[in-house]
């Protein structure tokens, strides 16, 4: 269906909502079309474009992992049009979904590395399609770090998730609120997430850092990386922007030469070095 | 040095940051800032320039916090007065002047506001020839007639938008049309879509059109835009007493309400 | 690529047959002052001694406003309408100019570069362009500047030039060229031996293409951004005027249990244009955008798909209503 006509979505019936934190759910989708379905596939970092027929398209990424068959999910805050359509929508409704779109995350070049995710806020998304990636294929990797923050114990997504990967002894799972977010039950770190990683001091011998999250938390946490001895080859980023169609056409989300739907979303820091800071 | 050169570089000698004023294009006269000394040679003035230079006024990123002059004509004196009535123009920044006489006429620097309003009370708002043909030809049409006439008209909008950023009155920060929750007005160009924008946009300049033409100018595809603005000019002032191209000094027409009101066409 | 002669009468021939096999012919229409491209039923409809239409003829193939797919919701189902291209008919855009003509490519490019665009295959593959070379140009041409000339064939499937008796030579350059002259092979002669320059306008070269790529590799945080676009209003008139420009919007046509997803023309211009959501813009000032719209044809394009993003029409500068000349900002830009 979608594979003649590039704008045309797959209808997808919502199979199970979830309501992560105010404002932010998780749809998990299911292709209505079996065919759809058998032909689709995707790698970690890549994104699409969801329909809320009516009010039109947004863009995340697909925050589930590849390895998981059968169904794939989106986390979105409800802000504008077409999130608040979407956030209207129920269990059992239709919607569209168009991708997927972008370039991917380099895991077969972290084979045999240890891997630093460092995500704030609402960027766990896009992180947490790699990060469930990286432990569906676990003996890929050396350690796997979490530093994961958010304004407050409430605003934190995927707790059922986070409490999976604390449980687990393959991953150093550290989380963080702002300071006055937490609360008097938290167990976890207090402090931003840039200085709760300079604490944690992963070491950057044979590692990759990935790091995703607003604007600001991005600006404080490269110096820690680049202190701590990460080069710049080695962190890795996912870049946003406003977007429309999502396959490099419409002219909406270049930062500099660069596409972010067609050479992004993911992109390293060296490459970021190359573009102009201003334009994203 | 002419009486414009002077004037420019003595208020660039005495701290203005920038004069906003005209220079030769290749159409005509067009839109120059200029920032030294130096450049107020290049510096033109013709009453007939069609961009209203009121329309920068309005942008801070422009305009910055310094002193800066515009050298108006007769159509940007009536912009800034009517922006002046809504409030809009914070008066300490702003130097006014304009040439009395075409070329090498006498400059005059408005004190503020009131001066301004006071030299345009004499200065009857012309009507251009465009619009005098379109008088013309609509005044033979019957209501189904005039319809389809604008209907055409409109269906050659491409929603460029020009009108709306040649127009110094048009200064929202969020146009309707940016709106979309809801989508009040289709972005896309479509025959009724074009016929919304467009009688949208002349409700919004009933009373505040300073009739200038600007957007009639700008219309790449020569759409008579301003015709309808400039024709209810007329009706208000039939309705209202509002005087053709000088600002109400007790508020708009329609954005105010008095007692006095007429109530007639309520029934 | 083959050459012939066409006279008067044949040429009206011919173009009747066109009309006759029911292919939709657009050529520039006077209105008033203004030459537009529309759909004409005759050769007395066409326009005559004039330089440039105001639009460009994009609008045959990239639609200003075009249904991507319809939608129906009933209850908690939905039921798409896939875009179907047989629906688009047979085209010929007539009397285009070659820079026009070769505006196409870069066009074509974006749309059918990566994924393929079939919406936009579907309108180009169903058209033929039949240029005619410039006799005329003006001040705001430039397509010498720009890897182009007022003779120039790329693009075209067919290009006229009109001679002083009337007639045409003829170049038919593509196969689709000689699939339109083929039900009226009769109309056209053998090539006559005539120096098609002859006929051709003079434009000046104003500026070095590679010089202006060169310059602008360095040019990001120029002053020269702001100083240029002071007087930019920031409308759109540039971008949809220009047979290049294909920034484009996805719009929600809703009419509450069904609707259409709509593209429509859209310019980097606008300051909404990059807006996020969020309030984040970008692109928050006049003089950005107006770099981005430079370096974007002149910087971006050629290093991305190996073509400048313009072909020295000058439209964008005649439709400017504040006079923002490109060819003029060029040349400053090499100085």
């Known amino acids: 269906m979608s594979k003649s006509n590039i704008y045309l979505p797959y209808l997808m019936r919502i199979e199970k909502i979830t309501q992560e934190a105010p404002g932010v759910k998780t749809f998990r989708l299911k292709f209505e079309k079996e065919e759809d379905e058998k032909e689709f596939s995707f790698k970690s970092g890549q994104f699409g474009e969801y329909s809320a027929f009516g009010e039109g398209e947004s863009t995340f990424c697909i925050a589930s992992s590849p390895t998981k068959k059968g169904y794939i999910e989106c986390t979105f805050r409800a802000t504008g049009r077409v999130t608040n359509g979407l956030d209207a929508l129920e269990e059992g409704n239709t919607m569209g979904f168009r991708g997927p779109f972008g370039n991917t995350f380099p895991m077969d070049e972290w084979k045999g590395k240890n891997l630093v995710f460092v995500a704030g806020g609402i960027a766990l998304p896009p992180m947490r399609c790699v990060i469930c990636n990286a432990l569906d294929t676990r003996e890929n990797y050396k350690d796997i770090t979490i530093v994961y923050g958010a304004k407050s114990v409430n605003d934190l997504v995927y707790k ?104 992004g979303p993911v992109f390293s820091k060296a490459q970021l070095n190359d573009i102009p800071a201003e334009e994203y | 040095m002419n009486k414009l050169e002077e004037k420019a570089v003595s208020l660039l000698q005495s701290g203005v940051k920038l004069i906003l004023g005209y220079e030769k294009g290749d159409k005509g006269a067009r839109p120059f800032f200029c920032h030294t000394p130096e450049d107020a040679s290049k510096l033109i003035y013709d009453e007939h320039a069609t961009t209203n230079l009121a329309t920068y006024i309005l942008k801070p990123e422009l305009m910055g916090h310094d002193k800066v002059a515009v050298c108006a004509t007769l159509r940007t004196l009536r912009a800034i007065a009517q922006l002046a009535s809504e409030n809009q123009i914070k008066g300490e920044n702003l130097i006014v002047f304009t040439i009395t006489e075409e070329g090498n006429g006498d400059v005059k620097e408005f004190s503020g506001i009131d001066e301004i309003n006071s030299y345009l009370t004499d200065k009857e708002l012309e009507v251009a020839q465009l619009y005098k043909e379109l008088d013309e030809k609509l005044s033979g049409m019957s209501r189904e007639e005039k319809w389809s006439f604008w209907v055409n008209e409109f269906s050659r909008c491409i929603k460029c938008y020009a009108c709306r950023a040649a127009c110094p009155l048009c200064y929202c920060t969020r146009c309707i049309t940016d709106v979309n929750r809801p989508q009040w007005i289709d972005p896309w160009p479509s025959p009724m879509g074009n016929m919304e924008w467009q009688i949208n946009r002349v409700m919004h300049m009933v009373g505040r059109c300073i009739g200038c033409g600007a957007c009639t100018k700008a219309c790449p595809v020569g759409i008579p835009i301003g015709y309808l603005s400039r024709k209810m000019l007329n009706d208000l002032s039939e309705e209202f007493g509002y005087i053709p191209g000088q600002a109400m000094k007790d508020g708009n027409s329609l954005s105010t309400f008095k007692p006095e009101d007429k109530e007639n066409f309520i029934h | 690529m083959e050459k012939r002669y066409i006279n008067k009468e044949g040429l009206a021939k011919w173009f009747g047959s066109i009309l006759n096999s029911g292919k939709r012919v657009y050529a520039p229409v006077r209105h008033g002052e203004k030459v537009d491209f529309h759909q004409v039923h005759s050769l007395e409809d066409v326009a005559e001694d004039y330089i440039q239409t105001t639009l460009s003829a994009k609008s045959v193939i990239f639609p200003r406003a075009e249904v991507l797919f319809s939608y129906k919701k009933d209850n908690k189902e939905v039921t798409l309408e896939d875009f179907n291209p047989d629906s688009v008919p047979e085209t010929v855009i007539w009397k285009i100019r070659p820079c026009d003509a070769a505006g196409f ?91 098609k320059s002859k006929y051709l306008a003079d434009v000046p070269v104003y500026f070095d293409l590679n010089t202006v790529h060169d310059k602008l590799k360095e040019a990001f945080s120029s002053d020269i951004w ?110």
């Not at chain 1, 995703?212 to 946003?240: A, R, S």
């Not at chain 3, 041409?141 to 007639?167: M, Y």
């Not at chain 3, 060229?177 to 083929?182: D, H, N, T, V, W």
């Not at chain 3, 220009?242 to 023309?265: D, L, M, V, Y």
């Open chain 1, 160 to 263: 059922d998730e986070l409490k999976e990967w604390a449980d687990r002894p393959d991953v150093n799972l550290v989380t963080t609120v702002d300071p006055g977010g937490e609360t008097p039950d938290w167990k976890g770190e207090v402090g931003f997430v840039p200085s709760v990683l300079d604490k944690v001091a992963p070491s950057s011998e044979n590692t990759v850092a990935i790091v995703c999250g607003p604007p600001i938390m991005i600006k404080f946490t490269f110096p820690v990386l680049e202190k701590l001895g990460f080069k710049d080859e080695n962190i890795y980023t996912t870049l946003e922007n406003r977007m429309k169609c999502g396959v490099g056409k419409c002219g909406r989300c270049n930062v500099g030469k660069l596409y972010v739907c067609k050479d």
């Open chain 3, 105 to 195: 490519i870069p066009l074509s490019d974006i749309f059918n570069g990566g994924y393929d665009d079939v919406v936009y295959a579907a309108h180009l593959n169903k058209t033929t362009l039949v240029s005619f070379s410039c006799a005329k140009a003006d001040d705001f041409c430039f397509c010498t500047s720009v890897n182009g000339s007022p003779g120039a064939t790329k693009g075209s499937d067919i290009q006229l030039t009109i001679l002083p008796d009337g007639g045409a030579i003829a170049e038919i350059i593509t196969d689709k060229g000689m699939a339109l002259i083929k039900s009226a092979d009769d109309c056209f002669e053998s090539a006559k031996d005539e120096d």
């Open chain 3, 226 to 335: 702001k100083q240029q676009s002071e007087r930019c209003l920031g409308c759109g008139a540039c971008a949809f005027v220009c047979p290049t420009c294909a920034c484009f919007s996805i719009e929600e046509n809703s009419k509450g249990s069904h609707g259409q997803r709509i593209r429509c023309w859209d310019s980097c211009g606008f300051s909404m244009f990059t807006q996020h959501t969020s309030g984040h813009n970008p692109r928050s000032t006049q003089s950005q955008r107006w770099r981005q719209r430079i370096l974007h044809k002149f910087s971006y394009m050629p290093e991305r798909i190996n073509d400048f993003g313009c072909t020295g029409c000058g439209r964008c500068s005649r439709a400017c209503p504040v006079d923002m000349n490109i060819r003029e900002h060029l040349t400053s830009i090499v100085k």
